[in-house]
């Protein structure tokens, strides 16, 4: 796990210690407490059809897995049907449209705990995409979060070429994919009517 | 990297914060100063690292300290031959107890001896304290031999 040819894991504890004791009033005053910087770091492989989704959000383009038994559409592909409990596989692939409904959505109060980069309240949404297909904790840049509502229709907006990355697809990411999708944007169109994205994600 | 191979990486942090209390408190205070303080047992022996209670009675002791070292001698040793990020120095090194001179009770630390076969037990050791210190065991970034300081 913790690996010293890793440059970016080397010594964040003394790092932290160090910028803690910046922060100190008083440089002769008794030390009373001890920081513990604890860091669990993985490296693993990305499972196949995960890699698939990451090689295709690099050529702008999303894909899923639609179940052979049931037709529910997987998006990031899991490359199973949990619910058949069928094996989905490469022929069961199928392209994702990056325009869609947004279904639901949560706003995020950021409490400034280590790591959070966020100040102010921002929204995560889940969109349904035209033609089926789903994907959650989507961003919807510029769009202020009090202004989000379910039936929203939104396009994709994808990184630039050169700024385009999929670091942070895991084989546990829920197809967020920030560094390849920057976000949705409104198409300025008429709201979806409930019945057409009800009833139909999970 | 070959496709059909690539890696992925998160981390997971947790930044904590320990209160030390009484001993503990003195004892760190004590290593940002460039000190090394043990506490005195119940029987008259030292500890160093220093402790809250007796090791014999189990009952509290007096916040009695003594400055001990910063030489001392290896009592046992472990060769780490392959140092991760998390250790105190980036080539091989030993782990080490070490008899603080003025201690009864070893001191768990890092020795920086260059290679194994400088390293023996008996062998005589001082502190090689960091210049900028914040109360923290790591602010003797490592013993070393004493005839090398």
């Known amino acids: 796990m913790t690996d010293a040819k890793q440059p970016d894991a080397k010594q964040p504890d003394a790092k932290q210690l160090a910028a803690k004791q910046e922060e100190a009033v008083d440089p002769s005053a008794p030390v009373t407490g001890m920081d513990y910087f604890m860091k669990l770091e993985y490296h693993e492989l990305l499972c196949p059809v995960v890699r698939e989704f990451a090689d295709a959000l690099m050529d702008k ?7 052979p038994k049931c037709g529910l559409i997987y998006s990031p592909p899991r490359g199973y049907c949990p619910i058949c409990t069928v094996q989905t596989t490469k022929a069961d692939e199928i392209e994702i449209q990056t325009h869609g409904i947004v279904t639901n959505y949560t706003v995020v109060t950021p409490v400034q705990y280590y790591g959070q980069e966020e100040t102010e309240p921002f929204a995560k949404v889940s969109l349904q995409l035209d033609g089926g297909g789903t994907l959650s904790l989507q961003d919807l840049p510029g769009v202020p979060v009090e202004q989000v509502h379910p039936g929203m229709r939104v396009e994709i907006v994808w990184a630039p070429d050169d700024e385009r990355h999929v670091d942070d697809v895991t084989n546990r990411s829920w197809g967020s994919a920030e560094g390849a999708i920057r976000g949705w944007k409104p198409t300025g169109e008429a709201d979806a009517d409930p019945s057409e994205y009800s009833d139909k994600t999970f | 990297m070959p496709a059909d191979k690539r890696l992925t990486t998160h981390a997971i942090e947790f930044p904590y914060t320990r209160t030390l209390g009484p001993v503990y408190s003195a004892f760190l205070t004590g290593m940002r100063d460039g000190q090394i303080l043990g506490i ?30 910063p030489g001392g001698v290896v009592t046992t040793w472990a060769w780490v ?3 991760t990020s998390k250790h105190p120095v980036d080539h091989p090194f030993a782990f080490a107890l070490i008899k603080l001179d003025g201690a009864d009770t070893g001191l768990l630390h890092a020795v920086d001896a260059g290679s194994m076969d400088a390293m023996q037990t008996g ?3 001082t502190a090689r304290w960091k210049d900028e210190r914040i109360g923290h065991i790591t602010d003797v970034e490592a013993f070393v031999p004493e005839a090398a300081k």
Do not use: Q, Y
Not at chain 2, 48 to 53: A, D, R
């Open chain 1, 61 to 67: 383009r999303l894909i899923g897995h639609k179940c």
């Open chain 2, 40 to 69: 005195k047992s119940r029987d008259g022996r030292v500890l160093c690292p220093p402790t809250e209670w007796d090791p014999n009675t189990g009952e509290g002791l007096d916040a009695d300290f003594v400055e001990v070292g």
């Open chain 2, 81 to 83: 031959t392959e140092p």
């Open chain 2, 123 to 125: 062998m005589r050791v």
